[in-house]
């Protein structure tokens, strides 16, 4: 039988113990104050460090670039994120699915930091890949509550469940970068609505 190897890690995205960790969570929690505060373009890992209380040698040998940095800090943003829900409704899992997407982007320290993250995915290749993989394990999240909807008859077999979860939160990020208007719950409730909608219609057969 066919043994699949892994990949080796990315610098910076190996989950570490001990003292390392600690390190880890400091140098992390630094970089997304300076995301927060001066964007990508502004990142520096010796201002970091300095904010962190660690070595710029620490720093620089473990991630290594700025690049490295995002990527471990979306990685440890994908663990934390909250699980999904398990109603057993596609109405209540979708409605959940984006309400957490609403919160997190109305949030004033997150919605900045997605902001900054984004921006720097337009302009860094490395960035692009972190965020295309952070956002990738937050679909295979949530995915499961559409394939379960098929399943239980409710959209047609042929549905692709990541493209339904990717319709409930487009709405979300377009209304924040486009517009003024409030990101709020009823903003979250009507993407879900109409994600939902389009999918028992047959939009998103494969």
Do not use: K
């Not at 337009?122 to 098929?150: K, S, T």
């Not at 209304?175 to 009507?190: I, K, N, S, W, Y």
Request: with cysteine; charged share 25%; glycine share 6%.
């Amino acid at each position: 039988m066919a043994v699949e190897h892994p990949e080796p890690p990315t610098p910076g995205t190996v989950r570490p113990g001990g003292r390392t960790a600690r390190v880890r969570t400091a140098v992390l929690r630094a970089a997304e104050d300076a995301l927060v505060e001066h964007g990508f373009a502004g990142l520096d890992l010796g201002d970091i460090a300095q904010r962190a209380e660690v070595g710029r040698t620490t720093v620089y040998r473990r991630w290594g670039s700025t690049t490295a940095l995002v990527a471990d800090l979306l990685a440890d943003m994908a663990e934390q994120s909250l699980p999904r829900t398990h109603s057993g409704s596609l109405t209540e899992d979708l409605r959940a699915n984006a309400r957490l997407v609403q919160h997190t982007l109305a949030d004033p320290r997150q919605g900045a930091l997605f902001r900054a993250v984004i921006v720097a995915a337009n302009c860094d290749a490395g960035a692009a890949e972190a965020l295309q993989r952070f956002y990738r394990v937050r679909i295979a999240e949530w995915a499961p509550c559409v394939a379960e909807a098929v399943e239980r008859g409710e959209l047609p077999a042929d549905t692709d469940p990541a493209e339904v979860v990717r319709a409930v939160s487009a709405p979300l990020y377009y209304r924040m970068f486009t517009t003024a208007d409030p990101l709020d719950e009823a903003a979250a409730d009507r993407a879900a609505a109409a994600a939902e909608a389009a999918a028992r219609a047959g939009a998103y057969r494969r």
